[in-house]
């Protein structure tokens, strides 16, 4: 099993200047996050979704968009890049039982904005 | 959301045993306590979990007292690899699964 996949591990963008991070996971899980990281930081919440079609905000939504077409995938989209988004992003997926919930993480995207 | 707070860093050293404490005071009666282990340029691992008492695995083991206010997180005979940040996370089903981390703590075992 490949687990929760992210592309591409580094990206370097200019201001202004969009992208999509991608995420798959091949568990067929169906709740998916998206969390950034600063760095010596802990994680924060960009947005979540429990299954295809439906998604919801974290706790740091503000510069980013998402779409759940499929169990599978869930890209996030930067537009208008800025360089207070320059972090690790790290998308994650769980298959909770109630409250019960175990994250499988992806190594991570680290995204540079110059 | 219920949320944690945990120490920001401990030291320990090479076959110690690292005990870290989270408090999350508020805590739902359907919430698990889970911790994640994350090293350097990777994404957070999975450790353990537990709803109360004592739960042991092959890594750690995780004692919850009755209130579920508080719990520890016990590191047997720490080696140089255990260096890691350490994550309480308190599961909250109710906010629609929107889990959150909290800054963590840094364990540094010294040879």
């Known amino acids: 099993n490949a687990g929760v996949t992210q592309t591409p591990k580094f990206r370097i963008l200019k201001i202004g200047q969009s992208m999509t991070l991608q995420c798959t996971q091949d568990m067929n899980h169906n709740y998916m996050y998206w969390y950034r990281q600063d760095p010596g930081m802990g994680l924060k919440l960009i947005y979540y979704?429990?299954?295809?079609?439906?998604?919801d905000k974290g706790e740091v939504p503000n510069g980013y968009n998402v779409s759940r077409s499929t169990t599978e995938d869930f890209p996030l989209r930067l537009e208008l890049a800025a360089p207070s988004q320059t972090s690790v992003y790290f998308c994650?997926?769980?298959?909770?039982?109630?409250?019960?919930?175990?994250?499988?993480f992806g190594s991570g995207t680290q995204l540079s904005v110059l | 959301l219920a949320k944690t707070t945990q120490p920001i860093s401990m030291d320990s050293y090479e076959g110690q045993e690292v005990n870290i404490t989270c408090s999350h005071n508020n805590i739902a009666t359907n919430d698990y306590i889970t911790w994640y282990q994350q090293f350097p340029s990777q994404g957070p691992r999975f450790i353990i979990q537990g709803y109360k008492t004592k739960v042991t695995n092959e890594v750690a083991s995780l004692f919850i007292p009755a209130d579920r206010k508080s719990s520890t997180l016990s590191l047997p005979r720490v080696s140089l690899s255990d260096t890691a940040v350490y994550y309480c996370?308190?599961?909250?089903?109710?906010?629609?699964?929107?889990?959150?981390f909290g800054g963590g703590t840094r364990v540094l075992v010294k040879p």
């Open positions: 996370l308190v599961g909250d089903a109710a906010a629609g699964n929107k889990l959150t």
């Open positions: 994650a997926s769980s298959f909770p039982t109630g409250a019960n919930e175990k994250l499988f």
């Open positions: 979704s429990v299954g295809a079609g439906i998604t």
